[in-house]
């Protein structure tokens, strides 16, 4: 079972480059969300879904954008990349709200 | 006051030793909790859930105590491969769909 996959695992972008953080799971579930975190830090919430087409802030939004399209896809757009960027981005999908998220295994970016 | 809190640590234990730690939240509506590990720079892992009546998986017991608003999980016979940092997650109440993460409890355990 492939889970939550994330793409790519590393990138390096330079200041006002805009990409995306790719973001795909096979179990169906409709409630997936997008996390950074830092250095020491621990998880903040960017964005989240419920379904295909409902979308949400999280507490840290600014400067991403998602959308949902299809219950399998989820990807994060980064419009115009700044150093305070830099982290790790962890994708999580669940089933409800109910139960234990599913994480991808990360997306190291850095900002130069 | 946080939503969710846990102490930092980190906690250093010697191998073979029994280590608990507490998570406390604040919203008394909450409906589901967890922990998970997180290994440096890896993606937090569900490590168990935390049920009313409390459960145990090998050597690990959580428990909820709703009148107190804490969690906490209990290392029994610690080993080496227990080092990581515990998370602390609390489902969205109703009327929201956000997880609410602790920033973590660190425990390094010792040869």
């Known amino acids: 079972n492939a889970g939550v996959t994330q793409t790519p695992k590393f990138q390096v972008l330079k200041t006002g480059q805009s990409m995306t953080l790719q973001c795909a799971q096979d179990m169906n579930h409709e409630y997936m969300s997008w996390y950074r975190q830092d250095p020491g830090m621990g998880l903040r919430l960017i964005h989240y879904s419920v379904g295909a087409g409902i979308t949400d802030q999280g507490e840290v939004p600014n400067g991403y954008n998602v959308s949902r399209s299809t219950t399998e896809d989820f990807p994060l757009r980064l419009l115009s990349a700044a150093p305070s960027q830099t982290s790790v981005y962890f994708c999580?999908?669940?089933?409800?709200?109910?139960?234990?998220?599913?994480f991808g295994d990360g997306t190291r970016l850095s900002i130069l | 006051r946080k939503e969710v809190e846990q102490d930092p640590g980190p906690f250093n234990v010697p191998e073979g030793a029994t280590v608990a730690f507490n998570c406390t939240y604040s919203n008394s509506a909450s409906q589901s909790f967890f922990w998970y590990r997180q290994d440096c720079r890896k993606e937090p892992k569900l490590l168990m859930s935390v049920y009313s009546s409390g459960n145990e998986d090998g050597r690990f017991t959580a428990q909820l105590n709703r009148a107190s608003q804490y969690i906490s999980l209990l290392i029994r016979d610690s080993k080496l491969s227990d080092s990581a940092t515990y998370l602390c997650v609390v489902n969205p109440s109703s009327g929201t769909y956000k997880y609410i993460f602790g920033t973590g409890t660190r425990l390094k355990v010792l040869a």
């Open positions: 999580a999908s669940s089933p409800d709200r109910f139960q234990p998220q599913h």
